[in-house]
């Protein structure tokens, strides 16, 4: 079981930047594909940004340029620093965790909120 805690969520400006950090409990975290996603309200939920277990990242065409998704496989931790912030950008920021050979996401975390302003 993996457990999933997001944090660095808040209220910004538009043009500023944040940083999401996701911290996870469990062991084999290198071993997972850890993604953010982020539903706006009304809408659904969708993906964002991806770092396979070996590094390789995707992203998102919306963020793609603004957005870096990282990882630190020695404190169990995926970041998304988020810069250029748009208001659409706005959103509940989830973190996933993928086990090798899944064909979904088998662990989630609670969502931080990330509120741009214009």
């Known amino acids: 079981q993996v457990q999933l805690v997001e944090s660095g969520g808040g209220l910004v400006q538009a043009g500023g930047s944040l940083r999401l950090a996701c911290a996870a409990s469990?062991?084999?975290?290198?071993?997972?594909?850890m993604g953010w996603f982020r539903q706006a309200p009304g809408k659904e939920r969708v993906f964002v940004a991806v770092?396979?277990?070996?590094?390789?990242?995707t992203y998102a065409d919306s963020v793609k340029g603004r957005f870096t998704i990282s990882r630190d496989n020695a404190k169990n931790t995926v970041y998304l620093q988020m810069n250029s912030l748009k208001p659409e950008d706005t959103a509940v920021y989830y973190c996933a965790a993928k086990r090798v050979g899944s064909n979904e996401y088998d662990f989630w975390g609670q969502g931080t909120q990330v509120t741009v302003s214009s």
């Open positions: 469990g062991r084999a975290f290198s071993n997972y594909r």
């Open positions: 770092s396979s277990a070996s590094g390789i990242t």
